[in-house]
T-cell receptor, first 112, second 116 residues
Framework: DAKTTQPNSMESNEEEPVHLPCNHS???????IHWYRQLPSQGPEYVIH???SNVNNRMASLAIAEDRKSSTLILHRATLRDAAVYYC?????????????FGAGTILRVKS | EAGVAQSPRYKIIEKRQSVAFWCNPI?????LYWYQQILGQGPKLLIQ????????DSQLPKDRFSAERLKGVDSTLKIQPAKLEDSAVYLC??????????????FGPGTRLTVT
């Protein structure tokens, strides 16, 4: 399975933008880049995904490098509720293998 | 829209006992997943169902874990006998399934199992 590398933890101030990096140098052409986050004592929740182009939704933006070997999740204005573990995942394959292989993720701490 | 339901939320058992977890996915979702999440780690896929058939159970410890999804709707995961290292949160997730592989997964709140 293609692997991702993320910093163990990051800290941000409330109301400021947060850029969460992810390296995936072994990504293949059919791998989607997915981001999930897990709030304390909850199951993971979907944040955003992309293949080649940058993506925006109501929660965040995803910036994908031109060579696709790295990506950045952008939270435009961090709130205390954004404190969570953020997982960068490569969606494996194109068949029924809707398989998410989670790493350790990045623990995001938000200070008020 | 109702989310993924799991029960029980917490369970404490002694080693060598058996335990079962139940999951009801989002209505209409063909694919159902069971994950194990040990404290401090990301979730690890145990088994994936497409309707009532198993797609991937490569990381399921089949000597003690079993899972079924009768009628392609809800599912149960059983551990028999439990070991101390099975202490973890067991997460159920569902998705529309099929192509494309970009479909997001929706997770339940999990069942926290403590084996003493």
């Amino acid at each position: 399975d293609a692997k991702t590398t993320q910093p163990n933890s990051m800290e941000s101030n409330e109301e400021e933008p947060v850029h969460l990096p992810c390296n995936h140098s072994t990504i293949s052409g059919t791998d989607y880049i997915h981001w999930y986050r897990q709030l304390p004592s909850q199951g993971p929740e979907y944040v955003i995904h992309g293949l080649t182009s940058n993506v925006n939704n109501r929660m965040a933006s995803l910036a994908i490098a031109e060579d696709r070997k790295s990506s950045t999740l952008i939270l435009h204005r961090a709130t205390l509720r954004d404190a969570a573990v953020y997982y960068c995942i490569l969606r494996v394959g194109m068949e029924y293998g809707n398989k998410l292989v989670f790493g350790a993720g990045t623990i995001l701490r938000v200070k008020s | 829209e109702a989310g993924v339901a799991q029960s029980p939320r917490y369970k404490i058992i002694e080693k060598r006992q058996s335990v079962a977890f139940w999951c009801n996915p989002i209505s209409g979702h063909a694919t159902l997943y069971w994950y194990q999440q040990i404290l401090g780690q990301g979730p690890k896929l145990l088994i994936q169902f497409q309707n009532n058939g198993v797609v991937d159970d490569s990381q399921l410890p089949k000597d003690r874990f079993s899972a079924e999804r009768l009628k392609g709707v809800d599912s149960t995961l059983k551990i028999q006998p439990a070991k101390l290292e099975d202490s973890a949160v067991y997460l159920c997730a569902s998705s529309l399934g099929g192509l494309p592989s970009s479909y997001e997964q929706y997770f339940g709140p999990g069942t926290r199992l403590t084996v003493t």
